[in-house]
Nanobody, 121 residues
Framework: VQLLASGGGLVQAGGSLRLSCAAS????????MGWFRQAPGEEREFVAV????????AVADAVKGRFTIPRDNAKNSVYLQMISLKPDDTAVYYC???????????????WGQGTQVTVSS
């Protein structure tokens, strides 16, 4: 499965962005989907996860109330909707696909190439 993340960019603090992650084949519905991010000099950290059926989601405490993770299996896509962005949200954002509903990066089998999000103060 190849994943393509897009939608990153430069935004002012308080602004919004929507990241998209599309799969190369019509198989995204078979996977739990997650978003992770990595800031310079930092480890990759969990951001959000959604189950196959969209019945369960979880987001990191740092983004709770600001980020959501909708998915559209018919469009073979998952999204990361981000509002009220802060400079601390600056990072490369990665989408990932796996079999287990997890916040641990090691549980994910497939990764997108990453998309840069930069939030200016």
């Amino acid at each position: 499965v190849q994943l393509l993340a897009s939608g990153g960019g430069l935004v002012q603090a308080g602004g919004s962005l929507r990241l998209s992650c599309a799969a190369s084949l019509r198989t995204l519905g078979n996977y739990v989907m997650g978003w992770f991010r990595q800031a310079p000099g930092e480890e990759r950290e969990f951001v959000a996860v959604i189950s196959r059926s969209r019945s369960s989601t979880a987001v990191a405490d740092a983004v709770k109330g600001r980020f959501t993770i909708p998915r559209d299996n018919a469009k073979n896509s998952v999204y990361l909707q981000m509002i009220s962005l802060k400079p601390d949200d600056t990072a490369v954002y990665y989408c990932a696909a796996g079999q287990k509903f997890s916040t641990a990066a090691v549980e994910y089998d497939y990764w997108g190439q990453g998309t840069q999000v930069t939030v200016s103060s």
